[in-house]
T-cell receptor, first 112, second 113 residues
Framework: GNSVTQMEGPVTLSEEAFLTINCTYTATGYPSLFWYVQYPGEGLQLLLKATKADDKGSNKGFEATYRKETTSFHLEKGSVQVSDSAVYFCALTQGGSEKLVFGKGTKLTVNP | NAGVTQTPKFQVLKTGQSMTLQCAQDMNHEYMSWYRQDPGMGLRLIHYSVGAGITDQGEVPNGYNVSRSTTEDFPLRLLSAAPSQTSVYFC????????????FGSGTRLTVV
């Protein structure tokens, strides 16, 4: 079945540091890929998405590129802020299915 | 504000008790889903609905019932709560025309003792 593997956390960075959170997936065909963010005490919010190979999703300074050859969708940000502290989830869906398959989440803490 | 509203935010149940988690959306979304979030497990789909009167099972449906009598509401019922159902529950919705536009509620934290 489909699955998502993302790097174990927690990740702790200083403000303005570079962020990478790795995400790889297992799926047949061409899934759609997502990054969701969950701020403390809140529900999940869609951060960015990519629906086909080589697509780059971007939002709020975050980027991720759909790499079919490496089955990856790594999240990057050039300069993190304290306000980026949250849990980040990589997810996929496929073929019109209503099922979002999530990774286990990576907690990011950014210190001033 | 438009969105997905979940009630209650917190609940403690005793083993064997029943309760209903409420979910309502005011965006006229046809598709609605329930997920549970457990530490180190990510989110897992419990049940979903593609319209009023239509529901289907997700990945972890055992111990949960759903029904969809209106477009707006999608309640999740626990008939006999078990400690294994201690979790944070999220409801989500989307429009059929927006296959990637899932909107999540803020969650219900349930503890079964």
């Amino acid at each position: 079945g489909n699955s998502v593997t993302q790097m174990e956390g927690p990740v702790t960075l200083s403000e303005e540091a570079f962020l990478t959170i790795n995400c790889t997936y297992t799926a047949t065909g061409y899934p759609s890929l997502f990054w969701y963010v969950q701020y403390p005490g809140e529900g999940l919010q869609l951060l960015l998405k990519a629906t086909k190979a080589d697509d780059k999703g971007s939002n709020k300074g975050f980027e991720a590129t759909y790499r079919k050859e490496t089955t990856s969708f790594h999240l990057e940000k050039g300069s993190v802020q304290v306000s980026d502290s949250a849990v980040y989830f990589c997810a996929l869906t496929q073929g019109g299915s209503e099922k979002l398959v999530f990774g286990k989440g990576t907690k990011l803490t950014v210190n001033p | 504000n438009a969105g997905v509203t979940q009630t209650p935010k917190f609940q403690v149940l005793k083993t064997g008790q029943s309760m209903t988690l409420q979910c309502a959306q005011d965006m006229n979304h046809e598709y609605m889903s329930w997920y549970r979030q457990d530490p180190g497990m990510g989110l897992r789909l419990i049940h979903y609905s593609v319209g009023a009167g239509i529901t289907d099972q997700g990945e972890v449906p055992n111990g949960y019932n759903v029904s969809r009598s209106t477009t707006e509401d999608f309640p999740l019922r626990l008939l006999s709560a078990a400690p294994s159902q201690t979790s944070v529950y999220f409801c989500a919705s989307r429009a059929p025309s927006a296959p990637y536009g899932y909107t999540f509620g803020s969650g219900t934290r349930l503890t079964v003792v």
